[in-house]
């Protein structure tokens, strides 16, 4: 069974992200939304509302947010102005809220949402993994653990780890493994925090952001010898060994790379 061993080298996630895009555009849009007004005080030809979107987009462009935080920014305000005259339940606003939360937790600040590998991937590492021998596998960032659960149930010697935060993922990937005993375990907790040094293959699917200090905490921890793979974000500046292209219709890449000592 393989257990979690705590990481030494720790990495902070916000470190590399000190003011995430999602703090940037509330900072915007606190300061949009009183500008929209007095602009619309003194140039009543726009609804203040729309003034402040057009602002926001702007100042979304000008800042030098991804493109599409140009739509969110411009939209944020006359939406959410749109959504107070249906007077919904405040319940319905918390709800969707706490349940959001529970499911993209730290989202903010990992940039990392939650998206599930597909069948096609799930095949390809069986494959790519063989039933042969017992291998030590790890998924980080499991989501709802369906992965693992596909990979376990393919490989019956495989012995799999997979590390979830977000609270709502992680209950549902102990329930879908509950039924593969010791040998798949699913842990609560930061990727970072997790030693890869007890496992030859190490799996992630997780977003361009992370890719280049998880590839240092790679090659500090892994044995060499051992497999990174990364689901469609490639390492920047780094050769894969191997690229495998998956028939997903994403058009997702795994991305293999070999520990070297
Ligand atoms: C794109 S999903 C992949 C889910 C799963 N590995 C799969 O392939 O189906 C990435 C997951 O990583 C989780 N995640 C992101 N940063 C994390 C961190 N620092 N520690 C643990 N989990 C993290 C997210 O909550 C999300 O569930």
């Keep these: 069974m393989l257990i979690y061993r705590a990481s030494s080298t720790a990495i902070p996630e916000a470190a590399a992200h000190p003011l995430p ?3 940037t555009a509330l900072l ?3 300061g949009c939304a009183p500008a929209g007004l007095a602009l619309a005080a003194q140039w009543p030809v726009l ?3 729309v003034a402040a979107g057009l602002l926001a987009g702007l100042a979304s462009l000008v800042l030098g947010l991804p493109a599409w935080w140009l739509a969110i920014n411009a939209l944020f305000i006359p939406a959410l102005a749109l959504a107070l005259l249906a007077e919904l339940p405040a319940t319905l606003w918390l709800g969707s809220f706490l349940g959001l939360s529970l499911v993209f937790w730290g989202v903010a ?8 590998s597909s069948e096609a991937a799930g095949r390809a590492l069986a ?4 039933s042969g021998s017992e291998v030590r596998f790890a998924d980080l960032g499991c989501g709802d653990g369906r992965l693992l659960q596909r990979l376990c149930e393919r490989l019956p010697r495989l012995q799999a780890l997979g590390i979830e935060y977000a609270p709502l993922p992680r209950l549902l990937a102990g329930w879908r493994t509950r039924l593969m005993g010791p040998r798949c375990r699913v842990c609560w907790g930061s990727l970072w925090r997790l030693d890869l040094g007890g496992f030859d293959v190490v799996y992630a699917y997780l977003s361009p952001v992370p890719m280049p200090a998880l590839w240092e905490k790679a090659c500090r921890e892994m044995a060499p010898g051992s497999l990174f793979i990364s689901n469609s974000f490639a390492v920047p500046g780094v050769a894969a060994e191997r690229e495998i292209v998956l028939n997903d219709g994403w058009g997702g890449v795994l991305y293999l790379y070999r520990i070297r000592s």
């Design 21 to 23: 895009p999602v703090l």
């Design 28 to 30: 915007l849009q606190a």
């Design 47 to 49: 609804p203040w509302t």
């Design 109 to 116: 600040r990992s940039r990392v949402p939650l998206f599930l």
């Design 127 to 130: 494959e790519l993994i063989g």
